[in-house]
C-alpha cells in the first residue's frame, strides 16, 4: 500500500505537470502540491502503525527520502531549473572537460575551491553515466544518507525503532527538506556526513575502544570540509558548544577531541582556499546587512513583481508556522519541567540526565522560531542555518513523543480501541500532512517556480524556456569557449553550465547592467564593455515585460532605483555602428561587440582534455584489479576487512553507509588532485583481473548469484541493475572510437565467459547426486 500511494504520487505530479502545460497554471500548483502530501501522509501513515516492522519503517523512511526529490525534478528532469544548481553544475562541467579541479568561475568563486559535491557526481560519470543522471544520483544518495542517520542516531538514543522513523518526519516538515535538501548544492552532500560525525562522536564517547568511531568520524568531518565551507564551520562550533555543555569528564574529553578534529580539518581545507573566502561572503553578509538596516523588502505572500499567493498557500504557510512555534514551546516546556525539579533540589545528575546536553538541544530548538522571525529568513544564510537548526527539533520531538508513548503504556490508563486508534492516527496524519504542505511551500518560493510554465521576467526557472535553451546551446557550438558575453542572471548562468562561456555580470563598480539602459549607445558605454572585455552581448527582449519578479535583473543593487527595461531599449542594438548581430531567434539575440574596440579575450577554462582510449583504459584496469587481487591475498586484505567490520559493528550499518559516502568523496577529490582520470573501462577490466586471480571466489560469487536467482524476490530486485548495467555500458560505448570496440568486445567476451563459468560450475554443484539404480546385490 504504501509503495501505491508513492506512486499515485508520481503520477500525481505527471498530471499537474501536464496542467501546467496546458495553462492551468494554479489547478496545477494545488495538485502538485497534493502529490507531495500524498507521499508524506502514506510514509507517516505507516509510520504510525501499532504493529511496525524494521523493514516497514526504514521502506517509510527511504520513501521520505526519494519521492519528494524525483517529485522536485519531475516538471525539469533534463535539466536543473534552479540557479544555484546551475552554478554548480559549471563546476562539474570544468572538471569533466579538463580533468582537473580547481578551475576559475565566472558566477561563484567559491564552488570550485570545495569540489566534494562536484568530485562525487565526476566519478559516477566515469562510471558511465551522463553528467545530469550523475548528478541525480549523488543527490539521491545523499538524502538516503542523512535520513538513514538521522533514523538511526534517534533510534539509538530511544531504544525505539518507530522514534526514528517519526524523527525523519518531523524533519521532512521543515522548510528544507524538499527543495533546498534535494538541490544539487554542496550543503546536499555536506549535511549527512556531518551529522554522521557528529552521531559518532556521540557514540564514541561511552564506547570501550573509540579509536575506530573516531576514525568515522574524522573521515566524515573531511569530507565535509571538501565540500561546504559553511555546513562545515557550523559543525565545527556545534562541536565546540557541545562539549561546553557535556557532562563527565570522559565524555567531555572525547567531544573535546572531536571539536579539535572538526576545526584542524576545517582550518587547514579553508588556508589553502582563504583568497577566495572574501569574494564569497561579501554578498552573504551584504545582504545580509542590508535586510537587517530596514531597507525596503517585499510583503509578505508576495514578490517584487505583484505576484500574490492564492489563499490556500497564505493559510498552509501561517498553519505552518504556528505549528512549529508551537511544537517548539511544547518541548521548551518539557524540557523545563524535566530539569527544574532536579534544580531546586540540588541533586547531582543521573547518568540518564549526564549522558546528552538536553539543555544545548533546547536552546537551539528555541532558535529555530527566532531564524523565522529575522528579515534574512528565506535567503541563502537562512537555509543553510534553518536546515541544521531543525535536526535537534526532529530528535526531540520524536523522543517526546515516543516517551509519551511509553507513558500512557505503562498507566492505567485504559487502551483505545481499534476505531479510536484510527481515528486518533488519521488527525495526526492530516495535522502533520499539512505542516508538510506548508513547509514545503515556504522552502519552495513562489508557485510559479514549482511547475513549468511561460516566460517570466527574472524568474529562475521560470527563465528558462525554449527560446532560452535554444541560444544557449547556438552559443555553445558557434562561439569560443571561455567568452566573456553579458547577460541577465539566469541566461548567464546556463551560458556558463551550458554552453562553458564565461558570463560577466560587473567587475568592481563597473556592470553590465547600463550596457542595456538608454536611448542610443554613448562613449561610456563602449568604453564600459572594453573595461569589462565583453566581447558578446545576450539580449532578451522579454525583459520588458514586465518587471523583474526577483526585483532585479541581474544581480541586487544593480541600480540605485529599479529602473525597468523598454522595447526601444533591447531592440536598439541592431541599429548602433561596431555592434553585429549574430544570432536571433524569436525575441533572443546574441551581438558581437568586436567593432567597439573590445578585445578577444577568454576567461576560464577554455581547452579540451580527451579521454584515454579504451586500450589504455583496459590496461590501467587490468594492472590495478591484478594489485588488488594480489593484496587481497596478503594480510592486509584481513587487517582492512577486520577494520572495516569493527566499525561496522561499532557504528551500525547506516553510520557505515554515511563514512562510505564521505570516503568516496574524499578518495574523489584526492583521484583529482593526482591528476588521475578512471574511464568506465577501466572499472571493467578492473573487474576482469581480478577474476583472473581469483578464479576460485569468482566460482563462490558465481554460486552465491546462482542461487540467489532461484527466488523470485531476488530476481526481480536483479532487473532494474541489469537494465542500469545496461544503459551504463551503452553511454560508455557511445563516448568509445570505433577502432576500440574489438578491444572492447574481447574483454567483455572473456567477462561474460568467466562469470558463465562459474554460474554453470554453481547450478551443477547444487544439483542433486542423481540416485543409483540398485543392483542385484543390493536386492540381495
Known amino acids: 500500500m504504501l509503495l501505491l500511494c508513492q506512486a499515485g504520487a508520481l503520477a500525481t505530479q505527471a498530471l499537474a505537470v501536464y496542467t501546467a502545460t496546458r495553462g492551468a497554471g494554479a489547478a496545477a500548483a494545488a495538485v502538485s502540491v497534493c502529490g507531495f502530501a500524498l507521499a508524506f501522509a502514506s510514509a507517516l501513515w505507516t509510520l504510525t502503525q501499532p504493529q511496525l516492522s524494521r523493514a516497514l519503517r526504514n521502506t517509510a523512511v527511504m520513501c521520505l527520502a526519494v519521492t519528494p526529490a524525483v517529485l522536485r525534478w519531475l516538471p525539469s528532469p533534463r535539466l536543473f531549473s534552479d540557479f544555484d544548481e546551475q552554478l554548480h553544475m559549471r563546476t562539474l562541467r570544468d572538471i569533466v572537460v579538463s580533468h582537473s579541479l580547481f578551475q576559475s568561475h565566472p558566477l561563484l568563486s567559491i564552488s570550485p575551491r570545495y ?72 550543503q546536499t552532500l555536506a549535511l549527512p556526513p556531518a551529522l554522521a560525525a557528529v552521531a559518532l562522536i556521540a557514540r564514541a564517547r561511552w564506547a ?63 588556508i589553502i582556499q582563504w583568497s577566495v573566502l572574501g569574494s564569497y561572503f ?94 534574512a529568513w528565506g535567503s541563502e ?26 507513558l500512557r503504556r505503562g498507566s492505567n490508563f485504559q487502551p483505545w480501541s481499534h476505531r479510536q486508534l484510527t481515528i486518533a492516527r488519521s488527525v495526526a496524519v492530516v495535522l502533520a500532512t499539512g505542516a508538510f504542505a506548508g513547509g514545503y511551500l515556504m522552502g519552495s518560493g513562489p508557485g510559479y517556480n514549482r511547475l513549468s510554465g511561460p516566460y517570466l521576467v527574472a524568474a529562475d526557472g521560470r527563465s528558462m524556456d525554449g527560446e532560452t535553451l535554444a541560444a544557449v546551446r547556438w552559443a555553445g557550438d558557434q562561439l569560443p569557449p571561455g567568452s566573456r558575453i553579458g547577460a541577465d542572471r539566469m541566461s548567464g548562468a546556463l551560458l556558463a553550465s551550458q554552453a562553458g562561456l564565461w558570463p560577466v555580470l560587473r567587475e568592481g563598480e563597473v556592470g553590465v547592467p547600463g550596457l542595456y539602459l538608454g536611448d542610443g549607445w554613448n562613449p561610456w558605454q563602449s568604453e564600459v564593455a572594453r573595461d569589462l ?9 522579454r525583459l520588458a515585460d514586465g518587471p523583474p519578479h526577483l526585483g532585479w535583473y541581474f544581480y541586487p543593487g544593480e541600480t540605485e532605483e529599479l529602473v525597468r527595461f523598454t522595447q526601444d531599449q533591447l531592440t536598439r542594438f541592431d541599429n548602433l555602428s561596431g555592434i553585429d548581430l549574430l544570432y536571433r531567434h524569436g525575441p533572443v539575440s546574441i551581438y558581437d561587440l568586436g567593432g567597439l574596440g573590445v578585445p578577444e579575450l577568454r576567461s576560464g577554462w577554455r581547452g579540451g582534455t580527451r579521454d584515454p582510449g579504451a586500450p589504455i583504459q583496459i590496461a590501467i584496469g587490468l594492472l590495478f584489479g591484478l594489485a588488488l ?39 574523489s577529490v584526492t583521484l583529482l588532485l593526482a591528476h588521475v582520470w578512471l574511464g568506465p573501462f577501466v572499472f571493467l577490466s578492473m573487474a576482469l583481473g581480478a577474476l583472473l586471480v581469483n578464479l576460485r571466489w569468482a566460482r563462490s560469487v558465481s554460486m552465491s548469484g546462482t542461487a540467489a536467482l532461484r527466488s523470485s524476490s531476488s530476481a526481480a530486485l536483479e532487473i532494474p541493475v541489469v537494465l542500469a548495467a545496461a544503459a551504463v555500458t551503452r553511454s560508455a560505448l557511445v563516448r568509445m572510437p570505433k577502432k576500440s570496440l574489438i578491444v572492447i568486445g574481447l574483454v567483455i567476451f572473456l567477462l561474460i565467459l568467466f562469470i558463465a563459468l562459474g554460474v554453470y560450475d554453481g547450478i551443477e554443484m547444487q544439483r542433486p547426486p542423481a540416485q543409483s539404480l540398485p543392483t542385484a546385490g543390493h536386492l540381495l
Open 381 to 406: 544564510a537562512g537555509d543553510r542555518v534553518g536546515a541544521l537548526l531543525f535536526l535537534p527539533l526532529s530528535l526531540l520531538a520524536a523522543t517526546a513523543a515516543e516517551r509519551r508513548s511509553q
Open 629 to 667: 587481487a594480489l593484496a587481497a591475498r596478503s594480510r592486509a586484505r584481513y587487517t582492512v576487512t577486520q577494520k572495516v567490520e569493527a566499525f561496522r559493528l561499532a557504528a551500525g550499518p547506516p553510520l557505515t553507509f554515511a563514512a562510505g559516502l564521505a570516503a568516496v568523496c574524499a578518495g
Open 533 to 541: 572585455r565583453l566581447r558578446y552581448l545576450y539580449v532578451d527582449q
Open 208 to 270: 570501550a575502544d573509540p579509536r575506530v568511531l573516531f576514525g568515522g568520524a574524522g573521515l566524515c568531518l573531511l569530507a565535509v570540509a571538501m565540500t561546504d565551507y559553511v555546513t562545515s564551520w557550523l559543525a565545527a562550533a556545534a562541536l565546540v558548544f557541545w562539549c561546553i555543555a557535556q557532562r563527565g569528564r570522559q565524555a567531555r574529553r572525547r567531544v573535546f577531541c572531536g571539536a579539535v578534529v572538526a576545526v584542524a580539518v576545517i582550518t587547514v581545507w579553508a
Open 282 to 375: 561579501g554578498p552573504i553578509i551584504g545582504d545580509l546587512a542590508s535586510q537587517l538596516s530596514g531597507q525596503p523588502r517585499r510583503g509578505a505572500f508576495s514578490d517584487a513583481a505583484g505576484y500574490s499567493a492564492p489563499p490556500w498557500e497564505r493559510f498552509l504557510l501561517v498553519y505552518w508556522a504556528a505549528a512549529v512555534v508551537f511544537v517548539v514551546a511544547l518541548l521548551i516546556l518539557i524540557c523545563v519541567r524535566s530539569v527544574l525539579p532536579r534544580l531546586r533540589s540540588g541533586a547531582p545528575p543521573t547518568a540518564a540526565h549526564s549522558r546528552e546536553p538536553r539543555v544545548l538541544l533546547a536552546v537551539l530548538v528555541a532558535m529555530n522560531p527566532v531564524l523565522m522571525a529575522l528579515p
Open 115 to 186: 569540489p566534494g559535491l562536484e568530485a562525487v557526481a565526476t566519478l559516477f560519470h566515469q562510471l558511465g553515466l551522463p553528467v545530469m543522471v550523475a548528478a541525480m544520483v549523488v543527490v539521491l544518495l545523499a538524502r538516503l544518507a542523512l535520513v538513514s542517520v538521522l533514523c538511526d542516531a534517534v533510534e539509538h538514543l530511544t531504544g525505539s525503532l518507530r522514534a526514528g522513523g517519526l524523527a525523519v518526519a518531523v524533519y521532512a516538515v521543515s522548510a528544507q527538506f524538499v527543495a533546498f535538501d534535494s538541490q544539487f548544492a554542496s
